[in-house]
């Protein structure tokens, strides 16, 4: 009989939000990717400017929890066919603290999800899952294959 393995309990998460270098190193992933200013206009590099203080305020806001994300700029981009695409943008103090839990949570439910489940995780693209599903295909395994509409797909033949 297989020994069942204990499940693993995470205290204080919120804990370790508060903490500058975990924000930091949140800051710096944010920064190489290069996005724009959310909707109070600060840029990466303003931020960046007064890197320490920010991340004091944020850290302060967080402890007292008070932080409370800024509303998220909403632009249209257009597309090749005529129509728009919505995306929106969040603030840089936003974004840093979204990707501070990512880092924290990351570790921690990452190994959970199925090895087929593509959406969202480090070392894992659209492109992997285009390639996961073409396999599936060639190899006659799908028995259905959820598709999102705005591939304009109605109907797909596996076989």
């Not at 929890?65 to 103090?93: S, T």
């Not at 899952?129 to 797909?156: D, N, Y």
């Amino acid at each position: 009989m297989q020994k069942q393995e204990k499940p693993k309990v995470w205290y204080s998460l919120y804990g370790r939000l508060l903490s500058e270098s975990v924000l930091e190193r949140a800051y710096v992933k944010v920064k190489s990717a290069n996005g724009a200013p959310g909707i109070d206009g600060e840029s990466i590099k303003d931020f960046g400017d007064a890197l320490q203080e920010n991340l004091g305020v944020l850290v302060g806001e967080l402890r007292k929890k008070g932080y409370r994300p800024k509303p998220v700029k909403r632009v249209e981009i257009p597309k090749l066919n005529g129509g728009v695409r919505k995306l929106g943008i969040p603030a840089v103090r936003n974004r840093i603290v979204q990707q501070a839990e990512l880092d924290i949570l990351t570790p921690i439910y990452d190994p959970e999800f199925h090895p087929s489940s593509y959406g969202y995780r480090p070392g894992r693209s659209c492109h992997d899952a285009i390639r996961k599903a073409e396999l599936s295909m060639t190899l006659g395994i799908p028995r259905f294959l959820v598709l999102p509409p705005s591939l304009g797909i109605s109907t797909l033949r596996t076989g």
